[in-house]
DNA sequence: AGAGCTAGTGTACTTTATACACTAAATAAT
DNA sequence: ATTATTTAGTGTATAAAGTACACTAGCTCT
């Protein structure tokens, strides 16, 4: 019988995109790394999949580290594995993107949580080791995920205007869209309660 | 600085869903395992990724090994990570998803080929490892990757008639389609270039 | 009180999707 | 050789979804 043993020298990661919405702009959770390699830069909030864990509980226990959310809106995304991309072997990474409400979010105890700040998705183009490629292939999906399920609201408080909504999808479609229109296809999907109030808010 | 030496235990493979279409039938490709885990059940192609070799290689080296073709077409799924799904240890493997046309399709010398044979994909039901999960997996994203580029043409020959196109779009999409209807979208996107010919194949 | 900003609303038009039936030609059967 | 059966090929009418577009009422700020 072969023998396997060389090809278990390996490892994986996950990474989470972690994406939220405020003031008019998509942003996402990103840490600032303390430590070799790429110390000083900005990174995906990520960790080693531990030997006994499945990879989604990975992400979720990423999230949860950093967030304390739990139940928070999850998907894989790729796996990213080229051979030189993490300079202490071979490690490959299982990306996950999530949504969650930064109106709930509040800063963590755990270490790695001090580091952590939100950045405007857009403004991005320098990130630690072929992060700035995930990001970029998570926001995509991200994009095609939003047109086929209505997981826009994930991102926003439980109540909001249907103004606030409509900047939202403006923000991850990156473009404008006709108000009448967008009022017209949300209510008649029946997917949202109607306060009856009415709102300033800007 | 923390030891990492303990996570890197692991190994990743990569799995291939080769689709093909044959007697109007959506096919993929299997293979007789010959040895333990799972011997005597069929099984997705599939190897461990080299240490040296980037994710995409491995799924194109697979795939050339089995079939002798390169330049086929080829998309990466989702990846699978169970903590037991591997018996030799923790194994994660990701999931490629390919299109060939079996018209193209002969024998390879190498021996996982001789054991290789086209199952239609409507008959599964016990393969080894999570792999009936990973097919149905694959299957689900072809459908969706069907309605969205015209990567159909992938599975036939490189001529074909309006009908045969529409009873693979048939089966890949499990529903019956309008023949009038069918043909009006096609001709309409300008991908084809029409032979003239006409032809009463069965 | 006035100026400026934002929320809220309806209709006409265009594009896309769907439903549907017959003819001509080739092949198979007697 | 004639007939029966199968398959390819074609158009129109209707429904649904998407798009373009402008004004009013009410609030906020000065």
Redesign the pocket.
């Known amino acids: 019988m072969t023998n396997f043993d060389s090809f278990f020298k390996s490892a994986f990661t996950v990474d989470n995109v972690i994406f939220g919405f405020d003031e008019g702009d998509l942003k996402v959770l990103l840490i600032k790394r303390g430590e070799e390699p790429y110390s000083g830069k900005w990174a995906l909030p990520g960790y080693f999949v531990y030997p006994n864990e499945d990879l989604n509980n990975a992400a979720i226990r990423v999230l949860e580290e950093l967030t304390g959310m739990r139940n928070v809106y999850l998907e894989q995304v790729q796996t990213f594995g080229k051979v030189d991309r993490h300079p202490f072997g071979r490690v490959i990474t299982i990306a996950y993107l999530s949504l969650v409400k930064i109106s709930k979010y509040s800063i963590q105890p755990a270490s790695i949580a001090l580091k952590a700040k939100w950045h405007s998705v857009a403004s991005l183009n320098d990130l630690a080791f072929d992060h700035l490629e995930i990001l970029s292939a998570s926001f995509n999906q991200l994009k095609r995920s939003v047109r086929s399920r209505p997981i826009g609201f994930e991102l926003l408080p439980s109540m909001f ?3 606030q909504l409509q900047h939202l999808y403006e923000a991850i479609l990156e473009t404008e869209l ?4 967008f ?3 949300i209510l008649s999907m029946d997917l949202l309660i109607d306060l009856n109030q ?5």
């Open positions: 205007t249907l103004t006709d108000k009448r229109n009022r017209k296809k009415t709102s300033n808010q800007p």
